[in-house]
Each structure stands twice: as structure tokens, then as C-alpha cells.
């Protein structure tokens, strides 16, 4: 028997070393932020059973027997300290909302992080194979070329929210008309002029990030990958291609904490995956401070990458006087002892936000509007003060006030008496903790935890050599095709050429399967039977007759695991030339097999799904986080018919202002004939 066990344990765990994946995680960029969230994917993929070659510019303080890091740490000097000097920041010398700045920085980390010999050293052995590659997305697409070496897929993780740049490398950017650049703390719905600010900020970014960018970016690929593909053999792809072939995107958000927009098949959520399952004790000094709160706990902290010390001293009294004239207790992460401290106010040097942030005395948390810091909030159900300083920290932090469960409060050297109003407003107000714990709500109630997402994507990815069916179409439409431009060409000339006729006649006037035996279904393409199809992986013959029945024909048609054919008085030809094709090719069958196990491959069965959101919709009062900000933007708008309708009206003017200046010279002319 106990040999039966130990046998039994031996089979389990080989199967376990045997599901593992071989994955490269790469998170090049110096930020301590950056840094939890690569640390926390990590570890969960090796909790997975994965085998993980780790990129990253910190020292590893969790060493596992299946984890290999390659480090990167020269690139901690690429930073420079002046940009998050917080004097300058007040004073307007120095800013982190430039995306040609943050493009010049983040290139510079990609190619310090690809030219490291380190990372040199595993690219060029012949021997490095990985099932997958995880790239973190910051202004730097060059990541993506590294298929070209590894032959994997690519999978794009973003830190911040779902925007433009990153979204325009799986689908296509966002529709500006209601979604603002991430360094532009703009919200929607937006003004007339604000609109044609988001439009113009986008285009300008395409413009930029297509050309400008891109030349550099295909410059440092055939310097640092490329050749090193080349020497092994393996063909080389244009970066173009490589770009654009990202099999998914992760994204560092949730709903409940971002807007809800239009997103593509192949963006996965899974925000919060960074947050402890278990929450850590409190040290016992701290335990005590919050657990002894009378009047409960206020949190302030500046996050990891702004030093509150380097605060001008006249602000730091005036915050002092104003969280010592307060009932609450303070605790202020701080990185240096402040003298004359209130009795109320506790200064320490480090703080496990956390496990303060889920203690019952909490009421508060003051913050810089990071989006890891907003995560856990919402996670823990804690109201904000948000003072933003940089990157997308503006726009998070309008975004949370509008949410309701937050207050803004600028940056600046007087933002002690702003933040006494918020902290009045806040404390006074108990909406906004009710929303906060609302929105906790909608941020626990989904189909898998984080870190459970996380693992089952990329794996899925890995299971269907790509994930091809998470691809979206936009990716192969041209921009202009995308939003009519093509259209709104041919509507311009027509204008035009009516305009001349026009004119021309004005200057006339004047002067005068279930069964393993089945080997294909012929159907009418109807949406259930395709999809019972594709559920037991059975080719098809499509011969459509109405309604949605001819789209879906040549969908699955293009797909390729069915043939269409009309329905018609001869059809019967044909049909025979379909089923020669069908049965005679078996690319139909095999499409159809991976299809289904595509279909297979979800997170939940489609019945659970039902009841889950159902309930969800119930449970958070009917959903109002997942109510599209678009459906309260008016179609004119979305489309941009009211900038057409400007453009167009300043063109009729230019015209008829060049008619009358045409006009005005032809009639001087005729003058001076008839004088002479």
C-alpha cells in the first residue's frame, strides 16, 4: 500500500512538472511599482507549475527551484532623478506628460534591456526554447520582436489602463471622441473643443508612433534580434508584422476601477492579481496605533517613487496643521523624522499598505492616484484623496472622483487648504464610502480571481498555439478604412465636384457533429447549428435562405471550416463541387477540431456564465460600472459629424470668398475694356 502511495505521488507530480510551461517574463522598467506587479505575476505562474526565466532590473527576494532571473539593473541609471523632484514638479520645470519624452525614455530602457548580455547571452544560445512570452508595454513596442528569435507567442501585459497606444498594437485605438489620452486628465462626456483635442492628441500619436517611432524601433530590431535570427537560421520577419501579432493583451485593470469601454476579444482583466489573498499582520507598534483609533485612521502615503521629504518645508507645516487639527489619527508614510509632529500624526519610514488599508479603523486613504494604490483601495473598500503628480496618476484621479467614491486635490504649494476641504467633504460625507464599498462589491464579484485569470489566459494561449481566434479583424482594416476616411473622401469630392457644376452654372447664368462516423453537416447556417458544430468540431456546407443566414455563411466561410454555397434552381452542381472540396480537404476538419477546442477553452460553461451574471447584475444594483460611457455620448459626436460640419461650412466659405475675389477681378477687367 505504501508503495501503491508513493507511486500514486510520483505520477501526480510528474504530471504536474509536465503541464508546465516554459514562459520569459520580461519587466525591464526601474519603477518599484513596475516591480510588484512583474514580482506578483511571477510568483503566480510558478504557482502555476510554470518554469519562468524572469527579466527584471531588481534583486529577487523569493528564489524558487523553478525560477531563472536575468538581470538588468544598469537600467536604474537610465532614470533621471530630477523628473520626480517634487520641487520642480510644483514649480512646472519638470513634467511626465510628454509622449515623446516617455517614448525617448522607455526606448532607451528596451534597447539597455536587449543589448544587456545578460539577455544577449539567452537569446543567442540555441537551446533557450519557451512556450510563451509575456512583455511589459510601456511607449516601447520592440519587446514584440523577440518571436522573431524565441518562435512563441507574445502576450502584452499593461500596467495602466486600456489605452490607444497599446490597444492599437491587438485592434485599434480607442474612439477619442469619448475616451481621453492616458496623460490627459480629460473625462467624458468632453466639450466640442475637448473632442477635437482627443482627436487631434490621437492622430498626432498614430502619426508619431507609426513613423517617427517606428523607424527607430525597426533600427534597434535589426541591430540587437534580427541578426541574431538570421545566425540561427530562423526567417526573419518585417518588425511590422511582429508588431502586430501579439496573441493577447493583459491588463492591469477591472471595471469597477476604470471606465467601461469597447475592448477587444484578446483583453483580459485581470487587475488586483498583485494584492495578497491573506493579508499580512500589522507590526505590533502599528496594530496598536490603528487598533486603539478612537476616531479611526487616516492613511496618507505619496507612493514609492515621490519622496514626501522632498516637500517645500512651509507645505509640510501646513499639512501638519491640518491633519493635527483632526479628530482621526494620521499615519503618514514618510522617509524622515518630522519635528513638532501633532500627538494625532505617526510618521513612519515604511508602511505595509495593505494590511493598513484592510484594518476595520481605516476611513481614509490619502494618495497620489497610482493605479495599484487605487486597486487596492476599491479591493478593500476605502474611500480616496487623490493628489496626482505624474503619467496617468491625472486622469485616474478625476476618473475615481467621478466614480464618487474619491476627491481631487491638486498639486501645488498652498494644497494644504484644498486638502482640508476635501478631508472635511470625504469625512462628511458618507457617500463616499458607501460607493467605495460598492464598487468592492463589483470588484470580488467575478467568474476567477486574478491571479486564476492570469494563469488560465496564458495557458490558453499556449493550448492553442496562439490563441488565433482572440485576433481581432480591426487589426488587418486600415485606420482610414476603420473610420470611413475613405468615405468621407468620396463625400468631399462629390461636394467639390458639386461645388464647380455649381459654379460653372452660376458664371454661365451671369454672363448666360456527435457521432465519431460524421464527417460533415450541410445546413442553412443558423446560428445554433454552427454553433453546434464548432461545439463537436464538424465541418460544414452552408446553403443560406434568410435573415442572418447569408453573413453567417461567409463567416465561417473565411473562417475556413465550412463552404458556402446560393441557394438556387441548380444548386446541385454546386453543392457536388462543395463537397469534393470539403471531403476532399482536410484543412476543413482540422480547422473545425481546433476551432472547438478553442470554443472548449473558456473560463466558465456557458450555463454557469448565465446565472453568474444574472446574479452579478443583481448583486451591484444593476451593474452601473459595466454602462458603456458611450451610450451618453450622441452619435453626431462619436462620429465627429459637428467637426465635418465645420470643416465643411469653413470650405463653402473659402469658396464663395474665392468666387467673389474670381468675380471681383473678372468685373474690374471688363471695366478697364470698356473704358478703353
Same mark, same amino acid.
Given at each position: ?353 495593505? @494590511? $493598513?488599508?484592510?484594518?476595520?479603523? =481605516?476611513?481614509?486613504? *490619502?494618495?497620489?492616484?497610482? &493605479?495599484?494604490? %487605487?486597486?487596492? +483601495? ?93 485576433? @481581432? $479583424?480591426?487589426?488587418?482594416?486600415? =485606420?482610414?478604412?476603420? *473610420?470611413?476616411?475613405?468615405? &468621407?473622401?468620396? %463625400?468631399?469630392? +462629390? ?182
Amino acid at each position: 500500500m505504501e508503495k501503491l502511495k508513493m507511486l500514486l505521488f510520483g505520477l501526480l507530480l510528474s504530471s504536474y512538472l509536465c503541464d508546465g510551461y516554459k514562459i520569459l517574463a520580461v519587466f525591464p522598467v526601474p519603477s518599484p511599482s513596475h516591480g510588484i506587479l512583474g514580482d506578483n505575476m511571477v510568483k503566480h505562474l510558478l504557482n502555476g507549475g510554470h518554469e519562468v526565466t524572469y527579466v527584471t532590473p531588481f534583486k529577487n527576494k523569493n528564489p524558487h527551484p523553478k525560477l531563472h532571473t536575468i538581470d538588468v539593473s544598469a537600467n536604474t541609471k537610465l532614470f533621471d532623478p530630477n523628473m520626480l523632484d517634487v520641487k520642480k514638479i510644483l514649480d512646472g520645470d519638470t513634467t511626465m506628460q510628454d509622449n515623446a519624452l516617455m517614448f525617448v525614455l522607455m526606448n532607451t530602457i528596451a534597447t539597455s534591456t536587449l543589448g544587456n548580455p545578460n539577455f544577449q547571452k539567452m537569446l543567442k544560445d540555441p537551446n533557450t526554447k519557451f512556450d510563451v512570452i509575456i512583455g511589459e508595454f510601456m511607449f516601447s513596442d520592440l519587446y514584440s520582436a523577440l518571436p522573431a528569435v524565441l518562435q512563441c507567442p507574445f502576450i502584452w501585459f499593461s500596467t495602466i489602463e486600456a489605452h490607444s497606444m497599446i490597444l492599437n498594437q491587438v485592434h485599434g485605438p480607442l474612439n477619442p471622441a469619448y475616451n481621453a489620452d492616458y496623460l490627459v486628465a480629460r473625462i467624458a462626456p468632453f466639450s466640442f473643443s475637448g473632442r477635437i483635442h482627443e482627436l487631434w492628441t490621437l492622430l498626432v500619436g498614430l502619426y508619431h508612433h507609426s513613423y517617427d517611432y517606428h523607424a527607430k524601433e525597426v533600427s534597434d530590431y535589426e541591430t540587437l534580434i534580427a541578426p541574431i535570427a538570421r545566425e540561427q537560421g530562423k526567417p526573419v520577419p518585417d518588425f511590422k508584422v511582429l508588431k502586430y501579432n501579439a496573441s493577447l493583451l493583459l491588463g492591469n485593470t477591472h471595471v469597477s476601477v476604470s471606465n467601461a469601454v469597447p475592448l477587444p476579444p484578446c483583453y483580459k482583466h485581470i487587475g488586483g492579481y498583485h494584492i495578497d489573498e491573506e493579508v499580512k499582520p500589522l507590526p505590533e507598534d502599528l496594530k496598536k496605533i490603528m487598533d486603539t483609533a478612537k476616531h479611526g485612521v487616516i492613511y496618507f502615503s505619496m507612493g514609492s517613487n515621490l519622496k514626501s521629504k522632498d516637500l517645500p518645508d512651509d507645505l509640510k507645516q501646513g499639512l501638519l496643521k491640518v491633519f493635527g487639527g483632526l479628530k482621526q489619527t494620521i499615519i503618514w508614510k514618510f522617509e524622515e523624522n518630522l519635528p513638532n509632529t501633532p500627538k494625532n500624526i505617526h510618521i513612519v519610514q515604511w508602511a505595509p499598505q495593505q @494590511s $493598513i488599508l484592510a484594518h476595520p479603523n =481605516l476611513e481614509l486613504f *490619502v494618495t497620489h492616484g497610482g &493605479l495599484l494604490s %487605487i486597486t487596492e +483601495a476599491v479591493h478593500f473598500g476605502v474611500p480616496l484623496i487623490a493628489i496626482p503628480v505624474f503619467a496617468d496618476q491625472y486622469l485616474n484621479a478625476n476618473r475615481i472622483q467621478k466614480k464618487g467614491f474619491a476627491v481631487k486635490v491638486d498639486l501645488s504649494r498652498k494644497m494644504d487648504q484644498d486638502l482640508k476641504i476635501a478631508l472635511d467633504e470625504v469625512l462628511g460625507n458618507k457617500k463616499y464610502a458607501e460607493t467605495a464599498k460598492a464598487l468592492s462589491i463589483a470588484y470580488h464579484d467575478r467568474p476567477q480571481k486574478p491571479k486564476d485569470a492570469l494563469n488560465f489566459w496564458v495557458e490558453h494561449v499556449v493550448k492553442t498555439r496562439g490563441a488565433p481566434h482572440l485576433r @481581432s $479583424i480591426a487589426i488587418d482594416i486600415p =485606420l482610414y478604412q476603420r *473610420v470611413y476616411l475613405d468615405l &468621407l473622401a468620396l %463625400i468631399l469630392l +462629390a461636394l467639390a465636384v458639386l461645388l464647380v457644376l455649381v459654379k460653372k452654372i452660376v458664371c454661365l447664368l451671369t454672363s448666360k457533429k456527435t457521432h465519431p462516423n460524421l464527417e460533415l453537416f450541410v445546413t442553412h447556417g443558423g446560428l445554433l447549428s454552427i454553433t453546434e458544430a464548432v461545439h463537436f468540431g464538424v465541418p460544414l456546407i452552408a446553403i443560406p435562405v434568410f435573415a442572418d443566414q447569408y453573413l453567417n455563411a461567409n463567416r465561417i466561410q473565411k473562417k475556413g471550416f465550412a463552404v458556402k454555397v446560393d441557394l438556387s434552381r441548380k444548386m446541385d452542381q454546386d453543392l457536388k463541387i462543395a463537397l469534393d472540396e470539403v471531403l476532399g480537404n482536410k484543412k476543413y476538419a482540422e480547422t473545425a477540431k481546433a476551432l472547438s477546442i478553442a470554443y472548449h477553452d473558456r473560463p466558465q460553461k456557458p450555463k454557469d456564465a448565465l446565472n453568474f451574471w444574472v446574479e452579478h447584475v443583481v448583486k451591484t444594483r444593476g451593474a452601473p460600472h459595466l454602462r458603456s460611457i458611450a451610450i451618453d455620448i450622441p452619435l453626431y459626436q462619436r462620429v465627429y459629424l459637428d467637426l465635418l460640419a465645420l470643416i465643411l461650412l469653413a470650405l463653402a466659405v473659402l469658396l464663395v470668398l474665392v468666387k467673389k475675389i474670381v468675380c471681383l477681378l473678372t468685373s474690374k477687367k471688363s471695366d478697364k475694356q470698356k473704358k478703353n
